[in-house]
T-cell receptor
Framework: GAVVSQHPSRVICKSGTSVKIECRSL??????MFWYRQFPKQSLMLMAT?????????EQGVEKDKFLINHASLTLSTLTVTSAHPEDSSFYIC????????????FGDGTRLSIL | GNSVTQMEGPVTLSEEAFLTINCTYT??????LFWYVQYPGEGLQLLLK?????DKGSNKGFEATYRKETTSFHLEKGSVQVSDSAVYFC?????????????FGRGTSLIVHP
């Protein structure tokens, strides 16, 4: 079945560091990938829609200069958290869907980001 | 806009009990409906789906029927196990704008005791 690989799974770094998270679709091409953020005991929150070959679409309240998204190919999207601070600590999940109506999202395993 | 409403948790059950997690939705089009499961420390996985009215999705003993008349997609399982303890998310995805952006419920935590 379709698989989405997300890397790294866990990051612990100092405040001010920039962190890059990769999301790859392994056996299908994804023109669109999604990035989510999940705080403990809260719902998944869509941050942005990553579009291959064009600029990402950010949800209201999400800083595009803070969360840089690049979708350079049909199988890879990256999220870079720039100059991360402790409040950026969260669980980040990407997803992608195969082409066609009714196709489900396939999720990466998530990245737990901890900023000290 | 679209929205998904799930019952609040946590839902606490004894092993072999019957499970129902309610989910209702609002959507302007004809969405596909999904249940996702998130086990502790892991990312989300698709549990089941239904793409049109009256479809029943099923997997691992879980079932949900797409009810257009009540705009609901309740998740059920006849006999839960300790290993079913997880957070369950109801979601919809429609073709509005061609983007199929998913809309998630808040998630319902299920705790199953031996």
């Amino acid at each position: 079945g379709a698989v989405v690989s997300q890397h790294p799974s866990r990051v612990i770094c100092k405040s001010g560091t920039s962190v890059k998270i990769e999301c790859r679709s392994l056996d299908f091409q994804a023109t669109t990938m999604f990035w989510y953020r999940q705080f403990p005991k809260q719902s998944l929150m869509l941050m942005a829609t990553s579009n291959e070959g064009s600029k990402a679409t950010y949800e209201q309240g999400v800083e595009k200069d803070k969360f840089l998204i690049n979708h350079a190919s049909l199988t890879l999207s990256t999220l870079t958290v720039t100059s991360a601070h402790p409040e950026d600590s969260s669980f980040y999940i990407c997803s992608a869907r195969d082409i066609g109506a009714g196709q489900p999202q396939h999720f990466g395993d998530g990245t737990r980001l901890s900023i000290l | 806009g679209n929205s998904v409403t799930q019952m609040e948790g946590p839902v606490t059950l004894s092993e072999e009990a019957f499970l129902t997690i309610n989910c209702t939705y609002t959507a302007t089009g004809y969405p596909s409906l999904f249940w996702y499961v998130q086990y502790p420390g892991e990312g989300l996985q698709l549990l089941l789906k239904a793409t049109k009215a009256d479809d029943k999705g099923s997997n691992k003993g879980f079932e949900a029927t797409y009810r257009k008349e009540t705009t609901s997609f309740h998740l059920e399982k006849g006999s839960v196990q300790v290993s079913d303890s997880a957070v369950y998310f109801c979601a919809l995805s429609d073709g509005e704008g061609g983007s199929y952006i998913p809309t998630f419920g808040r998630g319902t935590s299920l705790i199953v005791h031996p």
